[in-house]
């Protein structure tokens, strides 16, 4: 059964503080993984799509790398306004056009 | 507007009722998803519409559930005799459709808060 898990569930930075969220994948093949961004009371906003295994991609601080069982989304030098729920998301190619949604690894960065 | 619309933005219902929860899509995106999230859970797929082709909808927790898009684009979820099990957001999301893969980027909605009295 195809399954994401994102860890850790919760983490809690000061400002400055680099690290990296892990989301690692089963699937029977993958078309594409999916970073979101998500504020409370708000829908995911998406972040970066990773193809293919050792692709990267870069966006302010934050910068999405893919193995072939994991991505990592590491975070440098965060700043307070970084502080949401990441969301991890496979698209499978036995799935269709559907999606598997990890459940979220919440950040928290302190001032 | 430039984004995915969703109304109402809350919904406070008794145990029994029907509800429509209402999703607008982002002009010209061909696909349209339904899914839900419970508090503290990833997003639960329930339905996929893509252009005119039979949905899927393999994501449907029962027979309550049940959604249709009108003309390509609108598109409503109703759930009938609601339950409390049945509280959660319930989040829209489009994307351009199926053909290439950065075309299969979602654009969320804010979403639907629905609690069931």
């Known amino acids: 059964e195809d399954q994401v898990t994102q860890s850790p569930e919760a983490l809690r930075l000061q400002e400055g503080e680099s690290s990296s969220l892990n989301c690692s994948y089963t699937?029977?093949?993958?078309?594409?993984l999916f970073w979101y961004r998500q504020d409370p009371g708000k829908g995911p906003e998406f972040l970066f799509t990773?193809?293919?295994a050792g692709e990267e991609k870069e966006k302010e601080r934050l910068k999405a790398t893919l193995t072939k069982k994991e991505s990592f989304l590491h975070i440098t030098a965060p700043k307070p306004e970084d502080s949401a729920t990441y969301l991890c998301?496979?698209?499978?190619?036995?799935?269709?056009?559907?999606?598997?949604f990890g459940p979220g690894t919440r950040l928290s960065v302190l001032p | 507007g430039a984004g995915v619309s969703q109304s109402p933005s809350n919904k406070v219902t008794e145990k029994g009722k029907d509800v429509e929860l209402r999703c607008d899509p982002i002009?010209?995106?061909?696909?349209l998803y339904w899914y839900r999230q419970s508090l503290g859970q990833g997003l639960e797929f329930l339905i996929y519409?893509?252009?005119?082709?039979?949905?899927?909808k393999s994501g449907l927790p029962s027979d309550r559930f049940s959604a249709e898009r009108t003309g390509g684009s609108v598109s409503t979820l109703t759930i009938q005799r609601t339950q409390q099990e049945d509280s959660a957001v319930y989040l829209c999301?489009?994307?351009?459709?199926?053909?290439?893969?950065?075309?299969?980027?979602?654009?969320f909605g804010a979403g639907t808060r629905l609690s069931v009295l």
């Open positions: 519409f893509q252009g005119n082709s039979a949905p899927d």
């Open positions: 990773l193809y293919s």
């Open positions: 999301a489009s994307s351009l459709g199926p053909r290439g893969l950065a075309k299969n980027i979602q654009y």
């Open positions: 699937v029977s093949g993958l078309r594409g």
């Open positions: 002009s010209g995106h061909t696909a």
């Open positions: 998301a496979v698209q499978p190619y036995n799935y269709g056009q559907n999606f598997v």
